[in-house]
């Protein structure tokens, strides 16, 4: 049995302005002001002594390793981006950026999501990946249209109960 995995399937590179603002202030917060305060306390804890049992020295270099790790996927990662500007002409049918209401077409549960980019994804705020299964199942429907989506429990139908696009400068 062999140990080669395929690579993973590569996420959609596309994101909206207010996503890209916060990845690069990300950037700019781990490169211009968390790594120094690391690099300083991780300096003052190797003066302290023997390194190995220097419990704050291991943490520190392990914060540093985070840190540094984070930098260069933001580095490559920002400049791979494609910002989606603007809204589409037809603003009944669901795109990228679109806040939608669906409803469960079997239990009649209603949810609202925004499909956003892979990068800016957030399940509290109900912001969903446009890779996810249900977004790509929800694009290009219009409003009352029914779609079907394989989710982990198996094919669920929705229907579209609206689509709207939300100004970006009020998005956080």
Do not use: C
Not at 49 to 54: H, V
Not at 68 to 73: S, W
Not at 151 to 167: C, H, N, W
């Amino acid at each position: 049995m062999s140990r080669w995995r395929p690579p993973p399937p590569r996420s959609t590179a596309i994101i909206t302005r207010a996503g890209f603002n916060a990845l690069k202030a990300e950037l700019d917060h781990l490169w211009r002001e968390l790594r120094p305060e690391v690099v300083k306390a991780l300096a003052a804890a190797a003066a302290e002594g023997d390194r190995s049992e220097n419990a704050e020295y291991t943490y520190r270099k392990k914060q540093l390793g985070e840190i540094d790790r984070r930098v260069r996927y933001l580095s490559k990662r920002i400049p791979s981006l494609k910002v989606a500007e603007g809204v589409p002409a037809d603003r009944e049918a669901v795109f990228f950026g679109a806040t939608l209401a669906i409803e469960n077409t079997d239990t009649g549960e209603t949810h609202t999501y925004r499909i956003v980019g892979p990068d800016e994804t957030d399940a509290r705020k109900g912001w969903i990946s446009v890779d996810s299964p249900l977004a790509r199942a929800a694009l290009k429907k219009r409003i009352d249209e029914e779609f079907e989506a394989e989710l982990p429990g198996g094919k669920t139908r929705f229907v579209v109960l609206s689509a709207g696009y939300p100004d970006e400068r009020n998005v956080k």
